[in-house]
C-alpha cells in the first residue's frame, strides 16, 4: 500500500468564535491561538486555522491535543478532511477564483 495516498493524508481544520470582551477574554483568545501556531496550526481565514497531517492517527493526536487547550468560553469546532477534499476547495478572493494558498509540508522522520 502507498503510504502517501490524497486519501489517507488528512487536514485538520479548528474554527473558533471566542469572546474578546473583558481583558480575561483576550487573554484566553490570544493563548489560544498561541497554543495551536505552537502545534504546527497556521491561519487559513480569521478564526480558522489548519494543519497538514500524515495520517488519521497523526491527526487524532493533534485533534486530542487542542481539545486539552480548550478555552472555558466560546465555540470551537475540529473538522478533519482528507487531502482529496482540502484541494477541492473553492476560494474566492472578490469575484475571482484563488487557488488555495495551503501550508507547506511537513516532513516526517521516523
Not at 468560553?73 to 488555495?100: A, E, H, R, S, W
Amino acid at each position: 500500500m502507498n503510504r502517501i495516498s490524497e486519501y489517507r493524508v488528512m487536514w485538520i481544520l479548528v474554527f473558533f468564535d471566542l469572546p474578546t470582551e473583558t481583558k480575561k477574554d483576550k487573554k484566553a483568545y490570544q493563548l489560544f491561538r498561541k497554543r495551536l501556531q505552537c502545534d504546527g496550526f497556521t491561519m487559513f481565514q480569521f478564526s480558522i486555522y489548519v494543519r497538514h497531517c500524515a495520517s488519521m492517527e497523526n491527526a487524532t493526536v493533534h485533534i486530542n491535543r487542542v481539545k486539552s487547550f480548550l478555552p472555558e468560553y466560546g465555540k470551537v469546532g475540529i473538522m478533519c478532511i482528507t487531502d482529496k477534499q482540502f484541494g477541492n476547495i473553492d476560494l474566492f478572493f472578490g469575484k475571482k477564483p484563488q487557488v488555495p494558498n495551503a501550508p507547506g509540508q511537513q516532513l516526517e522522520l521516523f
